[in-house]
């Protein structure tokens, strides 16, 4: 289920998202197939989401066309533009202000596909924050350069943890043509 997560989209493909998959008290590492997800209980750990701003770097960008072009999938002109245009892309930040920004989007688009492949063998997921980031990267050894987006357990709920809480009504959370204008559905 884990490639789910490494083969979602990427807006500059220089993909930033990745897992910390952690060991759990047996020493095993905490996976993601569903077997393994059935056996495990309270004592599991979920993975650690994360983005690594280094992937702007140029040996990443480098790397990222080797692979495509191992793949069949960047060829020499498409390689010349990304070199070209994925720096640009962070010089001039057109929709975003930091590179935590970037790297979380890009997290969550792995995080969201990971989560919609669980569901699809059954299994039950709840991306998590509110936790404190910079005690998660210390417990974890993780570098500086990479942030922590969210944890994500999966596992097998045995009943709905709480009643559903419901949502907004979708006129208030969709607009038409502009910010506030009501959207007729």
């Not at 059935?38 to 280094?54: N, V």
């Not at 970037?102 to 063998?121: E, Q």
């Not at 944890?151 to 607009?175: C, I, N």
Request: proline residues 6%.
């Amino acid at each position: 289920m884990s490639g789910f997560g490494s083969s979602s989209g990427s807006g500059s493909s220089t993909r930033p998202a990745f897992a910390i998959f952690t060991r759990g008290p047996g020493g095993e590492t905490q996976a993601w197939s569903p077997d393994v997800l059935r056996t495990a209980g309270a004592e599991s750990r979920p993975p650690i989401c994360c983005g690594d701003r280094r992937a702007v770097l140029t040996e990443n960008i480098e790397a990222v066309i080797e692979l495509g072009k191992a793949a069949g999938g960047v060829n020499d002109t498409l390689a010349t533009h990304m070199r070209d245009a994925i720096p640009q892309l962070f010089e001039n930040r057109p929709s975003f202000e930091s590179l935590e920004a970037w790297t979380n989007r890009h997290t969550m688009l792995a995080v969201a596909h990971l989560t919609i492949a669980a569901k699809s063998f059954g299994v039950d997921s709840c991306p998590m924050e509110g936790f404190v980031a910079a005690k998660v990267k210390e417990a974890f050894k993780i570098p500086e350069e990479v942030d922590v987006c969210c944890l994500l357990p999966l596992g097998y709920a045995a009943e709905p943890l709480k009643k559903y809480g419901g949502r907004f009504d979708l006129a208030q959370v969709y607009y038409s043509e502009s910010y506030g204008e009501s959207c007729q559905f």
